[in-house]
């Protein structure tokens, strides 16, 4: 009997290109990956988790994790690509950086995020219009301003995760492009809710919808 030995190498190989393969029959190709939270501000010292989707030419979406980590400025923050790691930025000093999300099997798809990395906690967040009211079918545009403990401020609106109390009356997306728009479906009253996932300060208004 002949024993066949297969490299390590190889069989990477073969496991992206069953992968690639896989997504090309749920949706067509990869076109683009979208990194989350797009615009991220953090404290020096703490953490941020980046995760990508991929979009598929038929226009379909899914979570991806077939990619490779990288950092545009690792003084600032480093990016990890071990298991149970990857995607987990580590801040190293104040300053801003680019985080790369690069597709295997699909190099010249790239997503990205910027980090933004300061040496002052985040205190508070206001969201903005203040209890607004809005007509049925329509949309609004959120806002989240974070105050740091130095007195500074901050448009915190891409680094911020959107939620409504109830998605029936209106939503509120956390897509790249439209973060923060909320929509309007049914007449009713809810609370929007913005949160700051690294440093876990939150903030709320109300939306009417008439």
Known sequence: MKIIKISALVLAALAVAAISFEGCQKGGKISALTVSPANPVIANGASVQFTTGATFSDGSVIPWTMVIWSSSNTGVATISNAAGSMGLASSGAAGTTTIYATGIGHP????????????????????????????????????????????????????????????????VSNAAGSIGLATS??????????????????????LTVI
């Not at 990205?112 to 906690?121: G, K, R, W």
């Not at 206001?126 to 130095?150: E, H, M, W, Y």
């Not at 609370?191 to 208004?205: E, G, H, L, R, W």
């Open 108 to 171: 010249d798809i790239i997503g990205t995020a910027t980090l933004t990395v300061t040496n002052t906690p985040l205190v508070t967040i206001r969201v903005t219009p203040a209890n607004s009211v809005t007509a049925k079918g329509t949309t609004r545009q959120l806002t989240a301003t974070g105050t740091f403990a130095d007195g500074t401020t901050m448009n915190l609106t891409s680094s911020v995760i959107w939620s409504s109390s109830n998605a029936d009356v209106a939503s």
């Open 185 to 206: 479906t049914a007449v009713g009253s809810i609370t929007i809710i913005a949160v700051d996932p690294t440093a876990n300060i939150s903030a709320s208004t109300t």
